[in-house]
Structure formats: C-alpha cells, structure tokens
C-alpha cells in the first residue's frame, strides 16, 4: 500500500492516506526511530482516509506505516513516513515593564529548543511584527511603542535551527498607559544616583502604585505593587537598570546606574 502522509502537531499527527474501497479495515503501525517498539491498532476500512495519533512526545521523530487488510488478505507495509513533531509552544505569557512606549514580553523556558519568534501588532491593524530570539532569553522587550495604545503579542517556539515553529500561544492584549519619560522629569526622583545598589524613591503628589525594575535588555529584575513611603530597594549586580513608576494610570520611567 502507498500514500501515507502526515500532519504532525506538538503532541498528535494526523496521518493521511489513499483509500480503498475494497479495504476491510487498515492497520496502523508506528514507533520513535530511536526505539524498537512498534505501536499498532486499526481502524475501519473502505472510504476512510485517515486517523489521528495523540500521546506523542514533542519535539520527537518518528516512524509510521500502513496496510489495508482486505477479504483476500492483506497488503504490503506502506513505505515508512518520518515525521518530527513540533515542540511545545510557549506558556505563561506575561506582559510587565509596561511605559508609555515600551513593554517586556516574559514567557517559561521550553527546554532544547532554538529560540522563540515574538509576534505583535496594534490592536485593529493587519500588520504584524516579528521578532526572533535565541534560547535560552525568555524575555524580550520593545521600546518602540505608541502611548495609550492598545497592542496584541503572541509567541511561538523556535524548535531547531530549521526554523520549524510550534503553535501560537496564547495571545496577550495590553494598552500602554500615557507616559511620561525623561531625566528632566522631576516628579518621581531616585536617590541616589548612581547608587552602591541601595535606593529610594519619592514621589511629588499622589502615591505610587507600582513599581517595575529591568535591566538594558529588558529582563524584568523586580516588581513591586503598592510599596511603602520611604522603602528602600536593592539591585545586587553592578550596570544600567531601567526604573519605572506607575502613579495615578501614569507611567514614569528613570535609568539609574549602580557602580
């Protein structure tokens, strides 16, 4: 028998065949190449033209034939289709970091893969962006966005270097708050800086709600909701780190440098 195809997802294949009427039933077979043992089981014959395998493992090559057992006997094996399924895709999409123009993607790690491919795009627009990072990052951020802007991201698994992508996950919708940016901004002030890693932060008027820390490629290095006046904060490694503020759906932002 021949034509054997396939359609592999993450954890499934979707085998496709050419059927024969006169078929009583077709028996499947299969296994990882690696592995010596082979999986079987069959399915109704005549028009069906095709069966889906669930339970494999992600990211995995393996091997399947087919034969169709008719009332005189049964066919040759089918020449064995190979197939790698897709790796996992990315879970635990987080957006955080989040200024007037600029936010940090965060996602979990899916082990031995090559990279991850960030998609994005405004809210009602059809064009999509895309950027590619290599593993092991699992954050990226962007500094090219539009205050009070609501954006859609979604990511994808780079499985190898043949640049095979698992399924999307799900997708992230934020809106960017409007901003205010700049050392000239003496609203929120941090002292001092630069800083041994200790430091504080004051704020000229209402209270601050939130605070975000990351360093220059966007990795989130700590978050803090409602701190307390006059709390201090540490930063254990030595560099540039990005500070931002939320304050009444306001969102400043200030570098400070630790020596």
Avoid at 56 to 62: G, I, M, Q
Avoid at 111 to 122: E, H, K, L, Q, S
Avoid at 189 to 212: D, H
């Amino acid at each position: 028998m021949t034509g054997l195809s396939t359609i592999a997802g993450s954890k499934s294949v979707k085998l496709k065949w050419t059927p024969d009427p006169t078929a009583v039933a077709y028996i499947i077979r299969g296994k990882e190449v690696s592995q010596s043992n082979l999986v079987s089981y069959s399915v109704p014959g005549g028009n069906n033209s095709n069966s889906v395998v669930s339970g494999l493992d992600p990211n995995t090559t393996y091997g399947w034939q087919i034969q169709k057992v008719c009332n005189t006997g049964n066919s040759a094996w089918s020449a064995p289709d190979t197939f790698t399924t897709l790796c996992l895709a990315p879970v635990n999409l987080q957006i955080t970091n989040l200024s007037g123009n600029s936010a940090t993607a965060n996602w979990a790690s899916v082990p031995g893969v090559a990279g991850y491919r960030i998609f994005g795009n405004t809210t009602g627009t059809a064009q999509v962006l895309s950027y590619d990072v290599a593993a092991p990052a699992t954050s990226l951020m962007n500094n090219n966005l539009s205050p009070s802007t609501t954006y859609q991201w979604a990511i994808q698994t780079i499985c190898d270097l043949d640049f095979r992508l698992s399924p999307l996950s799900k997708i992230d919708t934020f809106t960017t708050p409007v901003s205010k940016v700049g050392i000239e901004d003496d609203e929120i002030l941090v002292t001092p800086n630069p800083s041994n890693g200790r430091f504080s932060l004051q704020s000229k008027g209402s209270e601050i709600e939130k605070i975000w820390i990351s360093d220059m490629l966007g990795k989130l290095i700590l978050e803090i909701n409602d701190p307390l006046e006059g709390e201090s904060f540490f930063i254990h490694e030595k560099g540039m780190y990005i500070i931002s503020v939320k304050r009444e759906e306001t969102v400043y932002t200030k570098p400070i440098m630790v020596n």
